[in-house]
């Protein structure tokens, strides 16, 4: 089996920031490539941020200059560093890896609200 565990969320006002860490653990052949996604409330699970293999990065254009996303691959591990953090980014933030020759897993999920 293939476990990703979450970590970092939690309350922060506007303006501060959080890094979350997500370690992937089990079975693993080799990561191809491992994100971040966050789901609000009433709304879809979005890309947030992702990384390949090769260090190649996508975020989406509401994270894009705040949110950073980095890997450790020793430790199959990726981080995302959020500052200047807004209401706006509450939500439940989820992390994807896609493993080689075995798929797609998903986190628990860590929960991060942001006040205003």
């Known amino acids: 089996q293939v476990q990703l565990v979450e970590s970092g969320g939690g309350l922060v006002q506007a303006g501060g920031s959080l890094r979350l860490s997500c370690a992937a653990s089990?079975?693993?052949?080799?990561?191809?490539?491992m994100g971040w996604y966050r789901q609000a409330p009433g709304k879809q699970r979005r890309l947030v941020a992702a990384?390949?293999?090769?260090?190649?990065?996508n975020y989406a254009d509401s994270v894009r200059g705040r949110f950073t996303i980095s890997r450790d691959s020793a430790k199959n591990t990726v981080y995302l560093q959020m500052n200047s953090l807004k209401p706006e980014d509450t939500a439940v933030y989820y992390c994807?890896?896609?493993?080689?020759?075995?798929?797609?897993?998903w986190g628990q999920g860590t929960q991060v609200t942001v006040s205003s």
């Open positions: 994807k890896a896609d493993i080689t020759y075995r798929g797609a897993y």
């Open positions: 089990g079975s693993i052949f080799s990561i191809k490539t």
């Open positions: 990384i390949t293999s090769g260090g190649t990065t």
